[in-house]
């Protein structure tokens, strides 16, 4: 008689056991959902004083070093809108475009840190863009976005090259979750990671007026 009688109470204390057990994860779950609904969408601005991207100020420079990274910057942003669309096609094409633009910023008329700072950067630009052209791949395409995007930044926060304001961007979804950014020119998150399946995935972390 008493065999049965544990039997149930063993079975209640599993069945209970199991309950609480699926209640904390759901909860658990819940809240992992929650917090990343909250932190990925990029509703509220970031301080003024934010800084992610540092960048020397050159914005004395004479105009065509400027007017060159200006070029650069219309580039990225279309190949940036063409990730996306997630149109790897034109992605490419445009790629290749802003590489053409890349080449013809001229640095010679420039001297000691400005020109290795603009060295530097516009290797960078081209790196990426290159590999950009050469790829069919959306996933290849993206993954060179980062570094493009804060060559980018960088270049035109220190010559002052935009007279719009940019939004510097960040999905914490992004590089097998490790998190990347990107530059827009949209306030509006529009994710180019991951296109239509998470578009608004992302917060703004750095405005640049």
């Given at each position: 008689?008493?065999?049965?009688?544990?039997?149930?109470?063993?079975?209640?204390?599993?069945?209970?056991?199991c309950s609480?057990a699926?209640?904390?994860?759901?909860a658990?779950?819940?809240?992992?959902?929650?917090?990343?609904?909250?932190?990925?969408?990029?509703?509220?601005?970031?301080?003024?004083?934010?800084?992610?991207?540092?960048?020397?100020?050159?914005?004395?420079?004479?105009a065509?070093?400027?007017?060159?990274?200006?070029?650069?910057?219309?580039?990225f942003?279309?190949?940036?809108?063409n990730?996306?669309?997630?149109?790897?096609?034109?992605?490419?094409?445009?790629a290749?475009?802003?590489?053409?633009?890349?080449?013809?910023?001229?640095?010679?008329?420039?001297?000691?840190?400005?020109?290795?700072?603009?060295e530097?950067r516009i290797?960078?630009?081209?790196?990426?863009?290159?590999?950009?052209?050469?790829?069919?791949?959306?996933?290849?395409?993206?993954?060179?976005?980062?570094?493009l995007s804060?060559?980018?930044?960088?270049?035109t926060?220190?010559?002052?090259?935009?007279?719009?304001?940019?939004?510097?961007?960040?999905?914490p979804?992004?590089?097998?979750?490790?998190?990347?950014?990107?530059?827009?020119?949209?306030?509006?998150?529009?994710?180019?990671?991951?296109?239509?399946?998470?578009?608004?995935?992302?917060?703004?972390?750095?405005?640049?007026n």
């Amino acid at each position: 008689m008493k065999q049965p009688l544990i039997a149930a109470a063993l079975a209640a204390f599993l069945f209970t056991s199991c309950s609480e057990a699926k209640q904390e994860t759901s909860a658990t779950e819940t809240e992992s959902h929650e917090h990343h609904e909250g932190m990925a969408h990029g509703d509220e601005m970031p301080a003024s004083n934010s800084l992610v991207v540092e960048a020397p100020d050159y914005t004395a420079v004479a105009a065509p070093v400027k007017e060159q990274i200006a070029a650069v910057l219309d580039s990225f942003l279309k190949l940036k809108d063409n990730l996306v669309a997630s149109d790897a096609q034109q992605a490419q094409d445009e790629a290749k475009t802003l590489l053409a633009a890349a080449e013809k910023v001229d640095a010679a008329g420039l001297a000691g840190e400005q020109k290795a700072f603009v060295e530097e950067r516009i290797a960078e630009v081209k790196q990426s863009a290159s590999k950009m052209a050469e790829a069919a791949d959306l996933a290849v395409q993206r993954g060179q976005l980062e570094l493009l995007s804060e060559a980018s930044f960088a270049l035109t926060k220190a010559f002052g090259a935009s007279t719009a304001t940019l939004f510097y961007q960040h999905c914490p979804m992004a590089n097998n979750n490790q998190g990347a950014y990107w530059l827009s020119a949209d306030g509006e998150i529009r994710n180019p990671y991951f296109g239509e399946s998470m578009l608004e995935c992302g917060s703004i972390e750095e405005v640049f007026n």
